[in-house]
């Protein structure tokens, strides 16, 4: 039986007998250590004149575009696969070198939801639950997906839990958020990085959490290019963007007043060439996912410092190339980006 996602759809398909293409782009970012965050595996069927096309993908591919989508994830993949593997997909403007394919499904690797363990890795911990919370395109789930790995904890992300089509998605993304914070489980990371109308849905929910002893909060923020970056990738106004960021700012003052907390911030000149440079100023993917990493290596040493995470030596391979024999801590690279440990009070009184 194949073990990975993209084996499985591969599977799934040839198993129902269905004449379709299947591409798989890896979509790797970073130059420092890469991290492969997600592929995208698109389904393209194949052209008469390359082989008799048989009656069911012909069936399917008369149906619209929802109906097919539909049908592929339940009557061929099947739901528990998509959910299980926190599948999504692919809006019908992806674009690849063989044209648009409408039948592109998104499939989380590195940013995966991870199953939280039997054992407890790490007894010493002072800390058992993570909330990382950020406005939207600041990579909270990647934060939360490495904080995870390192911790031995699980991880879930808000945005692969395989919710229904849009109609449905906002209620049923609000009531799955609500459950997963009352079940309060213990050995978990688990990151929010939505809009403000979702935020303010969630916010009594997220004070109830993260005023648990039990449970430390992650605030992130960002600069000015990847705000504007953030309102294009999710098609709407700066001010929604500036809507969400200062939510979280509040939110962060008042759990800081019952509880230490982080406050983690993605600096521009961490993720944009300077000016002068070959796409100087402008947001570089590969620059951002650099840029978190080490963010998340500075997270990760407060936590050491504070008995909520191991030292650096047993973080694992995503924090290889910021380890040193005999250190404890990370020797993060200088950069802009910054995270700060606030014990109570002490963000207001700043």
Known sequence: ????GEAIIADRILHHKLDYQVSIWPVVRGHGRPLHLHSLVALKPLEPDHSKQRKKTANIERMPLHERREHIRYNVISDGIWRSFGMMWREADAQWNLGKVPLTIELPIEERNRPTLDETVFPELQVSRLLVLGPPWAHAELMAAL???????????????????????????????VDRLREAREQLVWAIGEGPRLTSELTPEIRKYGRDPETLVVVLSYGQRMR?????????????????QLQLENL?????RDGPIVRAHLDDADVC??????RGGVVDRNLVADAMRHLTAQVLNLLHDHRCAPAAAQWGDRFDDVREPGRSRARVPECASWARWYAVE?????
Request: proline share 7%; glycine share 6%.
């Open 1 to 4: 039986m194949p073990s990975s």
């Open 147 to 177: 904080l995870a790995d390192a911790l031995r904890f699980g991880s879930m992300d808000l945005r692969y839990q395989g919710f229904l089509p849009a109609t449905n998605r906002h209620e049923e993304k609000r009531r799955f958020c």
């Open 228 to 244: 504007l970056q953030a309102a294009r990738v999710f098609d709407e106004r700066v001010r929604w963007i500036d809507e969400a």
């Open 252 to 256: 962060a003052l008042e759990l800081n």
């Open 273 to 278: 060439p300077p000016e002068g440079q070959p």
């Open 346 to 350: 002490e963000l207001d009184a700043g």
